[in-house]
């Protein structure tokens, strides 16, 4: 799983154009940013734009394929192994490590839901999301209630990790980011404790 520094991606105009575009979605708001202001941000004509992508969706669409490709390859890897504790663990800390590498999208799609609903995205996101907690939960459908909820929670945890937690006084991202997926773990651990 390989995902792109935001060094390695500024020499692709088309890559230039999905982090300007992310940029101006992050400090006015998706529905508030326009083609026209993001062409002038890169000092490139409407045209020239146009050429790569032709609507702001195509831009958001295109990031989201881009740097999510790590979850979609540890979805497919997840669902060919056993569903063990040590899948579970290993699904979580390379989920944790996927979102990091998209933290500008996930900070994107955190403060835009409502527009992330009205996008193609939002339903790829939501079918992502449940198959994820299928897969941390397999295998406990026959556990106690408490458990499964611990499945589940295992995910959002990293989820807090990344979206909620991110201003605690004192810490750094990486910080955080290994605590989150550290309760995470535990969680899981918990929750299988007695298969």
Not at 126 to 132: A, D, G, V
Request: aromatic letters at 6%; hydrophobic letters at 40%; a negative charge.
């Amino acid at each position: 799983m390989s995902s792109s520094s935001p060094q390695q991606r500024r020499g692709n105009t088309r890559q230039r154009i999905q982090d300007i575009a992310l940029e101006l979605f992050a400090e006015q708001g998706y529905e508030k940013t326009s083609l026209r202001e993001i062409a002038e941000r890169l000092g490139v004509t409407k045209a020239a734009l146009y050429y790569h992508f032709k609507t702001k969706e195509d831009i958001i669409i295109s990031l989201f394929d881009d740097l999510t490709r790590p979850i979609d390859e540890l979805i497919q890897w997840a669902e060919e192994q056993p569903r063990t504790l040590e899948m579970k663990r290993e699904v979580l800390r390379r989920y944790s490590e996927a979102m990091a590498g998209g933290a500008s999208l996930y900070r994107f799609m955190q403060e835009n839901q409502a527009s992330l609903r009205e996008l193609s995205i939002g339903e790829t996101v939501k079918k992502r999301l449940l198959t994820l907690v299928e897969l941390l939960r397999s295998g406990q459908e026959d556990a106690p209630l408490a458990d499964q909820v611990r499945c589940v929670s295992a995910l959002f945890t990293l989820h807090a990790g990344m979206m909620f937690l991110q201003h605690v006084e004192g810490d750094n991202p990486e910080e955080t980011r290994q605590a989150a997926l550290e309760v995470a773990t535990d969680l899981i651990t918990q929750a299988h404790r007695q298969a």
